[in-house]
């Protein structure tokens, strides 16, 4: 069928008009933090060009008409955080940790490719962000409804546990657009009737899946919370270990020598403990009060050992939820990081888990204009982080609630 030219021509200009515009940005007055150097560049300007920072200037240097001026009033800028480990859906949650200083994201699992959606969007300039790294459905034992997320997983409505079904799964999710599959060496913690430590995927089985994965290039993220699950994990070629609260010394010093990543969502387990957010019930409660100190002893060995430690809250961003980027930043300095230390969990170190170091999550020349403004120094306030005065991502003014004053 034929079109008319006037049709053609109208649907063009909506696809046009559902684009952002893309503005010149110069933020002015402003204190950098550049993710790198553990020091305030003071009285600093920030150009920002086509969706990247151009330039670091300095108090008077011209700024040509085709900027528009933001005056940050002598505040604080930091890259923009990374979550990476959410399971974010939908458009208001993105936006929610968007609007909470968190400009990239990597999911861990969700129902129905919903994430590869919101990747598209951001990546097309239809939302202002965050950008997304998408997992897909889950690889667990018993994906359950997610096999209504695409026909080919009909055959799965009984499991997945043998080595053809896992390597079906994994490439259905890369075929749909997921660039890391998230999978699990143990139980959940937030269900009731399920122990944590219990191992569920076998060494063997998680090795099928890393290694049909890596066949196209993409990691895997393995959910261990015990210790025999995360060390079969480790042992298999996991990218990161999620959570790793019973973790023993042998397992932290493996993943040192083979460089995996972990990522604690710590703050999910004081959300355990407390009512409403994501879990509730007495069960829980008691668990997440075991958990917390044993992940904090995780936490610290880790840490001393140098592992390699990223941020993730590990949850949906609902309008219930408490769990934020910003809070798990302040359990991070409270057990033992430097503020410089837990700002780089959050953006650099997070970047380079998600192997997207050479574009984002430091305020450099070239580099993507995913940056927050805070009230105050971070490198002194960790605390900070959790009031984002104003947000950009990919040059997209976010937030914006500077200045306080009218004019």
């Known amino acids: 069928m034929r079109y008319p030219l006037t049709l053609l021509l109208a649907f063009y200009c909506t696809l046009a008009a559902a684009q952002l515009q893309q503005k ?52 604080y800028a ?16 993105a936006k929610r940790a968007l609007l909470s200083g968190v400009t990239t994201f990597r999911t861990a699992g969700v129902s129905a490719y919903q994430d590869v959606s919101l990747r598209e969007l951001s990546k097309a300039n239809r939302i ?17 409804e997610t096999i209504l997320a695409d026909p080919r997983l009909g055959n799965l409505i009984s499991g997945a546990n043998t080595d053809d079904e896992l390597k079906q799964l994994v490439n259905v999710n890369i075929d749909r657009g997921a660039e890391v599959i998230k999978t699990r060496g143990t139980e959940r913690a937030g ?6 430590r219990q191992q569920s995927y076998t060494q063997h089985q998680l090795k099928v899946i890393i290694d049909e994965a ?3 290039n993409v990691p895997v993220m393995v959910h261990a919370h015990g210790d025999e699950g995360a060390r079969a994990a480790v042992q298999a070629g996991a990218k990161s270990i999620e959570h ?22 710590y703050i999910t387990l004081e959300d355990l403990t407390k009512p ?27 840490h001393s050992l140098g592992v390699k430690i990223a941020t993730g809250a590990d949850n949906n961003y609902t309008i219930n ?17 430097s503020p410089f230390e837990a700002i780089q969990s959050a953006t650099v170190v997070s970047a380079e888990l998600l192997g997207i170091q050479g574009k984002t999550g430091r305020i450099l020349p070239g580099l993507e204009a995913d940056l927050i403004i805070v009230p105050n120094n971070p490198l002194e306030d960790i605390r900070a982080l959790q009031d984002a005065l104003i947000v950009m991502s990919n040059g997209h003014l976010a937030l914006k609630r500077l200045p306080f004053s009218k004019e």
């Open 24 to 75: 010149n940005y110069a933020l002015t007055n402003v204190n950098v933090f550049n993710g790198v150097d553990n020091r305030i560049q003071t009285s600093a300007i920030i150009f920002v060009k086509a969706g990247k920072i151009e330039k670091l200037g300095k108090a008077g240097d011209v700024i040509s008409k085709d900027y528009e001026i933001i005056d940050c009033q002598g505040n």
């Open 78 to 93: 930091m890259p923009g955080m990374m979550d990476v480990h959410t399971h974010i859906d939908n458009l208001e949650s």
């Open 128 to 144: 202002a962000g965050p950008d997304v790294v998408p997992a897909g459905v889950f690889v667990t034992p018993n994906p359950g």
């Open 191 to 196: 269900l009731p009737e399920t122990d944590p």
């Open 214 to 216: 890596a066949k196209r």
């Open 244 to 265: 790793g609260t019973f973790l023993s010394d042998e397992t932290l010093q493996l993943m040192k020598q083979k460089g995996a990543f972990l990522v604690p969502t």
């Open 276 to 302: 409403g957010g994501d879990y509730s019930g007495a069960v829980l409660e008691l668990r997440g009060r075991f958990m917390m100190p044993q992940a904090e002893r995780v936490f610290r060995k880790a």
């Open 321 to 337: 939820s408490t769990s934020r980027v910003s809070l798990e930043c302040e359990h991070f300095v409270r057990m033992g990081m």
